[in-house]
């Protein structure tokens, strides 16, 4: 049985570096243009060579989202990007829009090309048509079943891979298809720039009594009547596995490192576990323990088992649960004094419990008795963003470790 990849979102340089350590097997990414997640980090041409040869070096793939639907006006600054990026070494390009797909053929043509959710790939027709249109992998829209994808992946030749996201946001419209933005505030959900509506208040207002705010349900505030729970699967790899899926995709490039390195470890020891052992495998709740310290919304399997109903929408509020702050990056660490350096993410104070987990070991507890500067004078707290610290370890530490306490 071929092992299903993992694949991690890489918002920026520094996400792509913590995905690649904390175990995923392929990385997607974009460049500063032609990508949907205008909002995140993204990288230059030069921070994608640096991550492509960082992530080769330790064998992971890497993939480049040009996914956007282009206007007239994108298609000759796309002409002269997909020139740039040739050379680079990406393992593939996600795209959504057929035009970009004969651009992406044309100038790149050993290029490997997915078709990326946007394209709304539903049935095996639909997947058919676009193999002989050369794409090597589909990104299958997040609305099939488990029953659907099995019958699609029987119809399909052999060698062409089906990837579906695991883990993520949930987009309320097909796929996400959604104009709300644009039409709401002129940001074009699909040229990157989506502001997310979905998420917003929303109340009932009647024509002949403005300003006077009716909810939708029992809550007097308003209601969220687009807000989906989060996708998880990471209790259900085996069904994942038997419907054929060749890459189990989180969602994910506007997150934090802490984010993405605490969903791909999860998912890594989940998805491990399993093909060392498929007949004899078992879900370990310490896993879920350890994916529910990242910030989330509660958890939905999707429209994987059936239509989601009510039950998979959180109508009182958009917000995440936050039980764990993520406090420091370890950059160093001396192992004749136990003393690691250590970047500040969020205040620490002596005195904390704090937690440290690194890719591929069990996490350890200790206490922070003390902390110093970068020149080594003792201090109490840590405030200061990026901030320098000097902490020693109760147990050996490397680099890209991470400290994290709970709120």
């Not at 300003?211 to 009547?225: A, K, L, N, S, W």
């Not at 989906?228 to 890459?247: F, K, Q, V, Y």
Request: aromatic residues 10%; negative net charge; proline residues 4%.
């Amino acid at each position: 049985m071929e092992k299903m990849e993992l694949l991690a979102p890489a918002g920026d340089l520094e996400k792509l570096k913590i995905a690649v350590i904390y175990g995923a097997d392929a990385v997607y990414f974009g460049g500063e243009t032609f990508s949907l997640r205008a909002g995140a980090g993204n990288m230059t041409l030069k921070e994608m060579a640096e991550g492509i040869a960082f992530a080769h070096d330790h064998g992971v793939k890497c993939y480049l989202t040009i996914n956007i639907f282009a206007h007239n006006e994108d298609i000759e600054p796309l002409d002269d990007y997909l020139h740039q990026v040739k050379t680079l070494g990406l393992d593939g390009f996600i795209v959504s829009d057929p035009g970009i797909v004969d651009m992406v053929k044309e100038i790149i043509p050993d290029g490997e090309i997915h078709l990326s959710t946007q394209a709304n790939m539903t049935n095996y027709r639909t997947a058919n048509f676009w193999y002989k249109m050369g794409i090597k992998r589909i990104v299958l829209a997040r609305e099939l079943t488990f029953d659907e994808i099995k019958r699609l992946r029987r119809e399909i030749p052999e060698d062409m891979e089906l990837e579906t996201f695991v883990h993520g946001a949930m987009c309320i419209s097909y796929s996400g298809r959604c104009l709300l933005s644009n039409f709401m505030i002129e940001r074009d959900a699909n040229r990157g720039m989506c502001a997310h509506p979905c998420r917003w208040k929303y109340a009932l207002v009647e024509e002949q009594r403005p300003g006077e705010y009716y909810p939708v349900e029992e809550d007097g505030r308003g209601t969220y009547i687009m807000n989906s729970r989060d996708l998880c699967m990471i209790e259900h790899i085996p069904d994942l596995a038997a419907a054929g899926i060749t890459s189990a995709k989180i969602e994910g490039r506007m997150k934090s490192i802490f984010y993405v390195a605490t969903l791909v470890s999860a998912y890594r020891k989940a998805i491990d576990a399993y093909y060392e052992n498929p007949e004899n495998y078992k879900f370990q709740e310490a896993w879920m323990e350890e994916l529910k310290k990242a910030s989330h919304r509660e958890f939905t399997t999707g429209f994987y088992y059936q239509q989601p109903t009510n039950l998979d929408q959180n109508y009182q509020t958009s917000a995440y649960t936050r039980e764990y702050s993520f406090t420091g990056l370890v950059k160093e660490y001396d192992s004749s004094t136990g003393i690691a350096v250590v970047e500040q993410r969020n205040k620490m104070v002596v005195g904390d419990e704090i937690e440290v987990m690194g890719p591929g070991v069990p996490y350890f507890t200790q206490i922070l008795e003390e902390m110093h500067d970068e020149e080594g004078n003792p201090i109490e707290a840590a405030p200061h963003p990026q901030q320098i610290l000097k902490i020693k370890m109760k147990q050996p530490v490397k680099p890209y470790y991470m400290l994290r306490k709970k709120v």
